[in-house]
């Protein structure tokens, strides 16, 4: 049972380059989340995807996309790179939080260490 | 709007030093408060949910309380193996799904 598992760890890319995170859980979570955690911000979320097929906003969602098309799989893409989306990113996902309190936890992947020059 | 407030932002402890780090705050309807530890380079590791006043829980060294405008999360004789980052997030009515965090508290224990 790996959990919640982040590619890659580390990326650097230059302005205007895209690129795609992948994160994976083998929990059977229905829920799954991209955060980025910036220096004095804490973690803030950017998009949220409440089962297979579905995506929404978070508080931070500009200059990202995301797609669930599997549900053990959640991806999240920038389609052009800026200097402002260098941070950390990390997923996380939870069973059921609208459902019995034994199942809203979120589990954290590793994180992934973009920079954009 | 909702907004949790995390104090102090770094501690400093001896090895054996007892001290509790505070999270406050103020939210339309907490639904769950949550804390996590964090070690420097990985992701958030989960510790606890609480979800009424007056709820407690402990693991090990660490005891999280909860009233209805804080938390507090005591370390009773922390060892240098408890420095981390400690975080504190809640769900509430208004951000549905979302965890709302706060900026964490910084902990050292040195020997």
């Known amino acids: 049972n790996a959990g919640v598992t982040q590619t890659p760890k580390f990326r650097v890319l230059k302005t205007g380059q895209s690129m795609t995170l992948l994160c994976a859980q083998d929990m059977n979570h229905e829920y799954m989340y991209w955060y980025r955690q910036d220096p004095g911000m804490g973690l803030r979320l950017i998009h949220y995807?409440?089962?297979?097929?579905?995506?929404a906003k978070g508080e931070v969602p500009d200059g990202y996309n995301v797609s669930r098309l599997k549900k053990q799989n959640f991806l999240l893409g920038l389609e052009s790179a800026a200097p402002s989306q260098t941070s950390v990113y990390f997923c996380?996902?939870?069973?059921?939080?609208?459902?019995?309190?034994?199942?809203?936890?979120?589990?954290f992947g590793p994180g992934t260490r973009l920079t954009v020059l | 709007e909702d907004q949790v407030t995390q104090s102090p932002e770094a501690l400093r402890l001896q090895e054996g030093e007892s001290s509790s780090l505070n999270c406050s705050y103020t939210?339309?309807?907490?639904?769950?408060l949550f804390w996590y530890r964090q070690d420097p380079g990985k992701g958030p590791e989960f510790l606890f949910t609480?979800?009424?006043a007056g709820e407690e829980k402990e693991k090990e060294r660490l005891k999280a309380t909860l009233t209805k405008k804080e938390s507090f999360l005591h370390i009773t004789a922390p060892k240098p193996e408890d420095s981390a980052t400690y975080l504190c997030?809640?769900?509430?009515?208004?951000?549905?799904?979302?965890?709302?965090f706060g900026k964490g508290t910084t902990l050292s224990v040195s020997s």
């Open positions: 939210v339309s309807g907490l639904r769950g």
């Open positions: 997030a809640v769900r509430t009515n208004q951000a549905g799904t979302a965890l709302i």
């Open positions: 996380a996902s939870s069973y059921d939080p609208s459902g019995d309190r034994s199942t809203d936890t979120q589990y």
């Open positions: 995807s409440v089962g297979e097929g579905t995506t």
């Open positions: 609480l979800y009424s």
